[in-house]
Nanobody
């Protein structure tokens, strides 16, 4: 299983970025996906999660109304649209997939494979 993120970069506060995560090596449409972020010296935290069908989504309170997670099962890709970015959104963002249906949906224990991460930097 391989997950490859793209779309990170440097943006000014108030701007937007769209992250993509392309999956290979499994039947993508059968599994829920998550986006996490990690601040320096901190554990990864869930940003958003999407069910296998895309019908159910969950967001961290800090990003509700600003970020949108979506997926295209035909292209084996999950997206994170990030709008109204703030300097405090600066972090390494990673996608992850839940293939074993164990652990919590809301932390890293519920995910089994991870991408390498992409840096998002929001300047003030």
């Amino acid at each position: 299983v391989q997950l490859v993120e793209s779309g990170g970069g440097l943006v000014q506060a108030g701007g937007s970025l769209r992250l993509s995560c392309a999956a290979s090596g499994l039947t993508f449409s059968g599994y829920a996906m998550g986006w996490f972020r990690q601040f320096p010296g901190k554990e990864r935290e869930l940003v958003a999660r999407i069910s296998w069908s895309g019908r159910t989504t969950v967001y961290a309170d800090s990003v509700k109304g600003r970020f949108t997670i979506s997926r295209d099962n035909a292209k084996n890709t999950v997206f994170l649209q990030m709008n109204s970015l703030k300097p405090e959104d600066t972090a390494v963002y990673s996608c992850a997939i839940d293939v074993r249906f164990g652990g919590s949906h809301y932390d890293t224990t519920g995910y089994d494979y991870w991408g390498q991460g992409t840096q998002v930097t929001v300047s003030s």
